[in-house]
């Protein structure tokens, strides 16, 4: 199996697989515990239909929208994901060139193998950084400071990892940051030579958002668990998210909401986006899909702040969905991380590619010429 012959998202998950020593694909593909939420959270667009419009006039039609004050080709953003250099060497850098290729918004993790310095001095598309609020309040001040100077375009504070989520396929593999090449996995290094050699004989692993302050960014093997469960601050609450988006005093966008509730206290608290994400099911099992969600919030704050549906989205009609619901856009990490995983920078371009054919396609066949004119009555939920 080669690049060419993906032709959609399935397909390079596919050949992520082949390619990926076992304990890192389950890395990425997995999920808590029974993974019912991760399974739900693409399943969800399947319970709503598209009911299109016709004889509309799509000769030309734009793609293109607003998102936090920057415009992206696409209503669709590359959410910020840890640990890019383990799926493939280049790791942040071609998902970064790749975003600015297609004029997309992407994120970069607190947990990105690649610095905020090199990002920023390296693309000059809309970026995100994702802070997880560490115990130490020094560390959390430098990444803002650091974000600041280096001019990123928004800041998300991640509020649904305060502690890890029973990820039982890493638990079984015993995968840690970085690889350990444990007896139990050494035989699927070994059957992987091209990211064996590449993992080891390229630039050293690390986290260089974190090294100044913790261990665990000079190259100590830790798993995400103990990781998350150790060194983030459970104290975590609105008042702390209030003073983060005060210090950092620029774009502010909350990932992790999931009731109106919570929506609406974002509000209150002046943030100016959401992304409604349970975290790809690593978290909470059995929590709903962000799909399943979405009306509801945009219904409680929709026009008071934009509303981004993040996770599950491996098709451009699934992005079309989120939009016709309300969403200002569309986000997901994996639909990007299997195509990183299967052949880097190529990888990540072909399947963006593949994206924006879709979403071009579905609108042509929806009957609009800009995403603005999605909205509800294109839309019948099964069984209703």
């Not at 375009?153 to 509020?159: E, G, K, M, N, R």
């Not at 940051?177 to 690390?206: C, I, K, Q």
């Amino acid at each position: 199996m080669r690049l060419s012959d993906c032709h959609n998202i399935a397909d390079m998950r596919l050949l992520a697989r082949k390619r990926l020593p076992w304990p890192v694909f389950d890395y990425i593909d997995g999920a808590a515990d029974d993974e019912v939420t991760k399974a739900r959270n693409t399943a969800a667009f399947d319970e709503v239909d598209l009911v299109p419009n016709v004889l509309a006039g799509v000769a030309r039609i734009d793609t293109g929208c607003t998102i936090m004050g920057r415009h992206s080709a696409l209503p669709l953003i590359l959410s910020p994901t840890a640990l890019q250099r383990v799926f493939h060497w280049q790791g942040e850098r071609a998902v970064a060139r790749a975003a600015e290729r297609f004029g997309l918004w992407f994120g970069i993790s607190s947990l990105a193998t690649v610095s905020i310095e090199e990002i920023a001095a390296l693309v000059s598309a809309p970026k995100m950084f994702q802070l997880y609020v560490h115990k130490d309040a020094g560390l959390n001040a430098s990444m803002i400071e650091r974000c600041r100077a280096a001019r990123f375009d928004a800041l998300a504070l991640t509020v649904d990892t305060i502690v890890s989520g029973k990820r039982e396929r890493c638990q079984r593999s015993g995968f840690t940051t970085p690889p350990r090449f444990t007896p139990a996995a050494l035989w699927s290094y070994a059957t992987r030579p091209r990211w064996t050699l590449d993992y080891l004989l390229r630039e050293e692993f690390r986290l260089p958002n974190l090294d100044t302050h913790v261990r665990e960014g000079t190259g100590k093997a830790v798993s995400i668990a103990e990781y998350f469960n150790t060194m983030l601050d459970t104290a975590m609450d609105w008042d702390t998210a209030a003073r983060i988006r005060q210090d950092w005093g620029g774009t502010f966008c909350l990932k992790g909401v999931m009731s109106a509730a919570d929506a609406r206290r974002a509000v209150e608290i002046g943030a100016d986006a959401i992304m409604v994400s349970n975290h790809g099911g690593r978290q909470l099992d059995g929590s709903r899909a962000p799909f399943d969600q979405l009306a509801e919030i945009v219904d409680a704050v929709g026009g008071e702040i934009e509303i981004i549906c993040d996770g599950g989205v491996r098709r451009g009609t699934h992005v079309l969905k989120a939009l016709a619901t309300g969403a200002s856009a569309a986000a997901g990490g994996r639909l990007y991380l299997y195509a990183l995983a299967a052949a880097g920078q190529p990888g990540v371009e072909r399947a963006l590619a593949l994206l924006r054919d879709e979403i071009e396609r579905g609108m042509r066949l929806m009957g609009v010429t800009g995403t603005e004119q999605l909205d509800r009555t294109m839309l019948r939920r099964r069984g209703a």
